[in-house]
């Protein structure tokens, strides 16, 4: 009982292992299915890593071809570092070679400027030699103080006087030029008037009245001419006048011969109006019937002899008449002959630069269109504000001493009917 119960027992234990056992050879055989199926799969990824590996190959071998082209980049960008280091060295030594060139230049126009002091101050020297040494140089100065001065050039007969008038527009033009010629070709002294030379101390003088008369009023004469022309040039141009101013004043009438440049410049020609002055006061004309008269130069040299006699505590004359009075001889390119080496502002010289209080009247006359026309209005506006009675008549459109072309100059002769109302004021009288 107990053997055949072992046995069943032992029956039961093995019939559990065939079975233990054939489950277990269905696990295996599941596991073997999932280990094929594990081996399809690792074969599919392996073909993929495969693929992937030559891509990756690909991609390395790109990457190869991109590190040499940035090495090759680096090295141009090495090479442009370099080319840009160099570029800015030559950068510095252009600046340092502007640096010096700036320097350069400076002393360059350093020395111009010094240069240029040098070659002044070599002109003025030129000039003053030229002045006193060369005669080409001296005709020069004579023609440009013409046309500064607009002065009076009255040449008889000289063409080459007369074609440089007709530049300068001295008196207004070919026409007026034939003209003021033919007045003086065709002049003859009146008949009823004497003229009379005196020489006084080497001082040369004409004195003009009217026959048989004995005048106790005088006019002093101051003839123009840029201070270079003499009555032996234009004489007979203020023997005109002169007889003029005797006809309308019943005065004599003292023309004085002074001495001009370049021969003789300041105070040559103030020291001889002033001699002029003297004689006629040693003579008895008294001062209150005295007048002073001038036309261009001589209208500045009365104001320049008023001015010095004022000075110098000399009796002043009566009254003063000035007409295209040159009163300004200063300018900044030249210098006119008759200022020499003194200082062309200096008022014996210019009047235009004096002071003019205690100054007797005075009638001046400009006319409108010529270059000297503030010569006078600004002395005559200068002269007012100093308290002195003026007359000062612009004749618009009028030439420089237009008062000269008398009696065929309408402008002209009211010009001097002015002047014998001016004088009749002075004196008081009418005329003789």
């Known amino acids: 009982m107990s053997k055949t119960a072992n046995e069943k027992d032992r029956s039961k234990g093995m019939a559990g292992k065939s079975d233990g056992m054939a489950e277990n050879r269905k696990g295996i055989a599941g596991n073997k299915a999932d280990i094929a199926e594990a081996r399809e799969w690792i ?15 690909g991609n390395r071998g790109e990457v190869a071809e991109n590190r040499k082209e940035v090495a090759g980049d680096g090295e141009g960008i090495a090479g442009s570092r370099k080319a840009i280091t160099e570029d800015r060295e030559e950068i510095i030594g252009d600046r340092k070679a502007i640096v010096k060139n700036r320097e350069e230049l400076a002393n360059s126009r350093k020395h111009l400027i010094e240069n240029g002091k040098e070659i002044s101050d070599n002109r003025e020297k030129i000039i003053k030699r030229g002045r006193k040494k060369s005669a080409i140089w001296i005709a020069l100065l004579i023609l440009v103080a013409a046309v500064a001065a607009g002065g ?23 026409s007026n030029i034939r003209l003021l010629k033919q007045l003086n070709d065709n002049w003859k002294l009146p008949g009823d008037y004497s003229l009379e030379v005196i020489e006084a101390g080497g001082l040369v003088m004409e004195w003009v009245q009217k026959k048989d008369a004995k005048p106790d009023k005088a006019i002093l004469q101051l003839h123009g001419g840029a201070y270079t022309r003499s009555l032996k040039d234009n004489g007979t141009t203020y023997r005109r006048s002169a007889v003029q101013y005797a006809r309308l004043s019943g005065a004599g009438v003292l023309t004085v011969d002074y001495r001009v440049a370049p021969e003789h410049p300041y105070p040559a020609a103030l020291e001889d109006a002033v001699r002029a002055y003297e004689w006629l006061l040693d003579q008895g004309y008294l001062p209150e019937n005295t007048i002073i008269a001038g036309d261009s130069a001589g209208g500045g040299l009365t104001l320049a002899t008023a001015l ?18 040159w009163t300004n001889l200063k300018y900044r390119r030249w210098i006119p002959p008759y200022a020499g080496d003194d200082r062309a502002d200096n008022p014996y010289i210019s009047p235009f630069y ?16 010529e270059m000297l026309l503030d010569d006078t209005v600004k002395v005559a506006q200068k002269a007012r504000e100093a308290g002195v009675a003026v007359v000062q008549t612009t004749y618009p459109g009028m030439f420089h001493v237009f008062q000269m072309l008398f009696p065929e100059l309408p402008d002209a002769n009211r010009a001097w009917e002015e002047v014998e109302a001016f004088i009749k004021t002075v004196y008081g009288t009418a005329a003789n």
């Open 152 to 174: 009076f050039w009255l040449a008889s007969g000289d063409r080459k006087n007369e074609t440089f008038m007709q530049g300068i527009l001295t008196i207004g033009g070919n």
């Open 43 to 57: 074969a599919g990824n392996s073909a993929d890593i495969a693929k992937d590996s030559k891509v990756i190959a």
């Open 354 to 369: 004096g002071e003019f209080h205690d100054f007797p009247p005075m009638l001046m006359q400009v006319g409108g269109d």
């Open 308 to 325: 010095y006699i004022r000075d110098n505590d000399m009796p002043m004359p009566a009254a003063l008449i000035t007409m295209s009075a």
